[in-house]
């Protein structure tokens, strides 16, 4: 059963700084697709970023390409977050995705995820 579990989530002002972290539990892949996702109250869910396991790019939103940087440690256990100049638009809930066993296009394409339990993020103006 793949368990993710996120943390880092909290309250900070508007401009400041927060690391995501995402901790993978009996996930197996060398070409499978993680990234993060976010969901505002009354929005729908939004990619934030995604990429593929297997090599190339890292695919941002365009509310967000700039400021934050997503990253995987070298043996694909945790993903994390890094996100600067934080906006009050950029309050949601995080969640991090994981998905085994996919191609590159499949990768950039398609949502079938597990997902974790998410974590909040408040943007205080």
């Known amino acids: 059963q793949v368990e993710l579990v996120e943390s880092g989530g909290g309250s900070v002002q508007d401009g400041g700084s927060l690391r995501l972290s995402c901790v993978m539990s009996?996930?197996?892949?060398?070409?499978?697709?993680v990234g993060w996702f976010r969901q505002a109250p009354g929005k729908e869910r939004e990619m934030v970023a995604r990429?593929?396991?297997?090599?190339?790019?890292?695919f941002y939103g365009d509310s967000v390409r700039g400021r934050f940087t997503a990253s995987q440690d070298t043996v694909r256990t945790t993903i994390g977050l890094e996100m600067n100049r934080l906006k009050p638009e950029d309050t949601a809930m995080y969640y991090c995705?994981?998905?085994?066993?996919?191609?590159?296009?499949?990768?950039?394409?398609?949502?079938?995820?597990?997902w974790g339990q998410g974590t909040q993020v408040t943007v205080s103006s």
């Open positions: 009996h996930v197996s892949f060398s070409t499978g697709c």
């Open positions: 995705a994981a998905r085994e066993d996919t191609t590159y296009v499949q990768c950039l394409t398609e949502n079938d995820f597990h």
């Open positions: 990429f593929w396991t297997g090599g190339g790019s890292i």
